[in-house]
């Protein structure tokens, strides 16, 4: 893109984008047009392009993004205070299936990756400890200092515990969510040693537990109960870790096939430039990487509420279309169950950076996952079984989805984010900064900028660098998140806790 004032994204649009502040009284040329600012308007936000009467739908990406409230002028700022959400209820769709070939070579690319018992490939080879319950939490981060202290972190990546709240006094879905995420951790390939570390009395019984993760590699997944250790139940999960250790310690990075690696795509603190840098980028990755066999994942069903019909024409079959309708349609059900408006979004950060409805959230939200055709739909909780393109039920909270993408059996996950955030969850999880403002006020959150899209580079040429990029990563390469050593995660929950 070239540098300029304002950017019309699409021929339809009835707004453009600042692409730096405009003052009061300057004057833009748009489609031939010369148009006066009527407001002071800041980077990143939108301007009106002509005049629109009160109840019209203003057009940004070539779809409605709402109406406005009242009659505006060609030349004013558009923002959530004159602009208004068209969206409401559930809705019915019809299947109209889009084919395009996006005509992307396979280039036959590896990353150095390692191969687990199963077949499948982990970025990273780590020691983890599993709670299947809170109240074991402080066990297993002293075991966690403990077995650093030991060793030193020589021949393996890192050592974690993943804490959490629940595994008790949940019900039904709730529970079974709790159990599904930790059953997924357990079983990710990015870890080479796994203590799973039970109290003994929690509703998520230990023994159904280990029977919910299946036909697993029994040396590198281990149980320890601490309610029937007689005396120091750290010195006995010392024993077993240190037995872990000696075998996780041994492994090492092989050339594999890009088709081995699968991404989870999210974005946070969205801004006007995500929808025109980051995102898009990210989507070209995607394209990119579903046409060398590889995964891409796409979460965060509320902020696909406005943009549903572009993913849903993308599906292959019907089947994934029903199911595609479900995932919108359910959701929506949930926030209605609660008594909470579908379009209750978005954040005041995304106000304050340009984003003024969901539906202007969600046409820049979605461009992250390119415009492939979607090969799998999968619900809270699963992993994953088909390659190419698949959506995840999962919320918009940034902890939330980026978990559940990583449950899903994603590697690493594509973070993009405008207003920046420093968190991680369980596998890497790479900032790409919609703007270089940001990129260059926050080196130590941020991993690579999306905003030199904006400053005259081709797609491309940035292209190009950020398939290095994730390649690097995945190959061992530490993201921010992980120098800082910012993880965590973040189960979903939705009824009673007793």
Known sequence: MKQTTVLKINKADSVVVCLRPLQKGEIINVDGEDITILQDTPSGH?????????????????????????NLKA?????????????????????????????????????KGYIRKNGEVGTR??????????????????????LKQETKLEGIDAIHAWHHNYG???L??????????????????????????SLGCENNQPDAFMEMLGDYDKDRIKLLVTQKVKGDEVEEGMKILRDLYSLAKDDKREDVPLSK????LKCGGSDGFSGITANPLVGELSDWLVAQGGTSVLTEVPEMFGAETILMNRCKTPELFNKTVSLINNFKEYFISHGEPVGENPSPGNKAGGISTLEDKALGCTQKCGRAKVNGVLEYGDRLCDDGLNLLSAPGNDLVASTALASAGCQLVLFTTGRGT???????????????????????????????????????????????????????????????????????KNGVTL
Not at 56 to 67: A, N
Not at 131 to 137: A, D, H, I, K
Not at 177 to 194: E, M, Q
Not at 424 to 447: E, Q
Request: with cysteine; glycine share 8%; hydrophobic share 35%.
């Open 422 to 492: 420093p968190f991680g969850t369980f596998v890497p999880t790479m900032k790409i900064s919609t703007n270089s403002t940001l990129f260059n006020n926050k080196p130590n959150w941020i991993d690579f900028n999306a905003g030199e899209l904006i400053e005259g580079s081709d797609m491309k040429d940035v292209l190009n660098k950020f398939i290095d990029k994730v390649i690097s990563v995945a190959s061992g390469e530490l993201v921010r998140n992980e120098i800082n050593e910012y993880r965590e995660i973040s189960i979903f």
């Open 261 to 264: 690696l699968r991404i989870g």
């Open 75 to 111: 030349g004013e700022w558009v923002n959530e205070n004159n602009l208004k959400t068209n969206l409401a209820g559930t809705l019915e769709y019809t299947y109209s299936p889009v084919n395009e070939d996006l005509n992307i070579k396979n280039e036959n690319k590896k990353f």
């Open 168 to 170: 008790c006094s949940q």
């Open 125 to 146: 080879n780590e020691i983890w400890i599993v709670p299947t319950v809170g109240c074991v939490n402080g066990v297993a981060e002293k075991l966690v200092d403990k």
């Open 172 to 197: 039904s879905d709730d529970h079974e969510n709790t159990r599904k995420i930790l059953r997924d951790i357990c079983l990710h390939p990015n870890t080479g040693g796994v203590l799973v570390l």
């Open 46 to 70: 939108k301007i009106l392009i002509r005049d629109t009467d009160e109840g019209v739908d203003i057009i940004k990406y070539g779809y409605p993004i709402g109406h406005a409230k009242v």
